[in-house]
């Protein structure tokens, strides 16, 4: 069964520096997500990207943040200065469609800012 | 604005007997989806059972069922006869149309007691 993969599986980086968590939604699906969870709580909705843009984006994504699909196939979330509270689990997903398809998600990247 | 609600922040159960998590929501869409997802200690969020509101039949998958209550905007998970691998937490999440993104509920821990 295809599903989605996320790189690194953990990423360690010191406050201030900047990270691009990266991920492979699964081929044939059309809208790509992130995610956050912090300390395994709740699961935290940041953007949504279809046709090469931002779809809908949160109070969390600031201008801090960034996405990118920079080929066919790799969707990738920047943080360009890293704070301390950015420390969470970053999920990527994809779906076929909205509203309607499930979300599939990768394994997560556990960000740890020191 | 959509909100998921779930009221349960642990429960407990005993192996090979029937548990429900709560989950209730509010959208003023009549077109939305509704979802429950496990995530085990692996940490990678698993769909469980995904329900249209446009039909009125419960969704069911093997061990797993929903009541769902369009009226009263309640959709609870059941578990029949519950093994030890069903111990996660089970996020309850909604997607509408209109918008790109799915919402999450802040998630039920569940232990299965041997």
């Known amino acids: 069964e295809p599903e989605v993969t996320q790189t690194p599986s953990h990423q360690v980086t010191q406050m201030g520096q900047e990270v691009i968590l990266r991920c492979v939604p699964i081929s044939n699906h059309l809208y790509f997500y992130w995610y956050r969870q912090i300390l395994g709580q709740k699961v935290e909705f940041l953007v949504s990207f279809y046709n090469n843009e931002i779809s809908e984006k949160s109070e969390i994504f600031d201008d801090q943040f960034s996405v990118e699909r920079p080929d066919g196939s790799n969707f990738t979330l920047k943080i360009r200065s890293t704070k301390l509270e950015d420390s969470a689990m970053y999920f990527c997903?994809?779906?076929?469609?909205?509203?309607?398809?499930?979300?599939?998600f990768g394994n997560g990247t556990r960000l740890t800012v020191t | 604005a959509q909100t998921v609600t779930q009221s349960q922040p642990e429960m407990s159960v005993q192996e090979a007997e029937t548990v429900t998590l709560s989950c209730t929501y509010d959208t003023s869409e009549s077109d939305y989806y509704l979802f429950w997802y496990k995530q085990p200690p692996s940490r990678q969020m698993i769909l469980v059972i995904r329900q249209e509101a446009y039909k009125q039949q419960n969704a069911t998958e093997n061990r797993f069922s929903v009541n769902f209550q369009k009226a009263a905007k309640s959709f609870s998970l059941k578990i029949s006869d519950s093994q030890l691998g069903d111990a996660a937490m089970y996020f309850c999440a909604l997607g509408t149309s209109g918008t790109y993104k799915y919402i999450f509920g802040t998630g039920t821990r569940l232990k299965v007691l041997a």
């Open positions: 997903a994809s779906s076929e469609a909205v509203p309607g398809s499930p979300l599939h």
